[in-house]
């Protein structure tokens, strides 16, 4: 069984930084692809990032902000938000996927922006 627990979540203020961190645990070991999610209060959850086979994809919201990351053993995932907004402030999640087992999620961070 395949689990995935984010870190590095927390309280900063407009304009500063955090680095979010996603560790997998379990029989799979791998994933060919990983990415985060997030979602605030009142909404639905949705893609801020995801990378796969080196290749990197980013929501327009978090272009030139946030950059995503995985280590070489493609089972550990960081996501690093520069110049933070009230409205990144949501649980952000951390997903992983195994092209022979599905997909596996992580229970969330909370990250909120506020001065």
């Known amino acids: 069984q395949v689990q995935l627990v984010e870190s590095g979540g927390g309280l900063v203020q407009p304009g500063g930084s955090l680095r979010l961190s996603c560790a997998a645990s379990?029989?799979?070991?791998?994933?060919?692809?990983m990415a985060w999610y997030r979602q605030a209060p009142g909404k639905q959850r949705e893609l801020v990032a995801a990378?796969?086979?080196?290749?990197?994809n980013y929501a327009d919201f978090v272009k030139g902000r946030f950059t995503i990351s995985r280590g070489g053993t493609r089972n550990t995932a960081w996501l690093q938000m520069n110049s933070l907004k009230p409205e990144d402030t949501a649980v952000y999640y951390c997903?992983?996927?195994?092209?022979?087992?599905?997909?596996?999620w992580g229970q969330g961070t909370q990250v909120t922006v506020s001065s």
């Open positions: 379990g029989s799979i070991l791998s994933f060919d692809t």
């Open positions: 990378v796969t086979n080196d290749f990197t």
């Open positions: 997903n992983g996927i195994a092209r022979q087992s599905g997909s596996y």
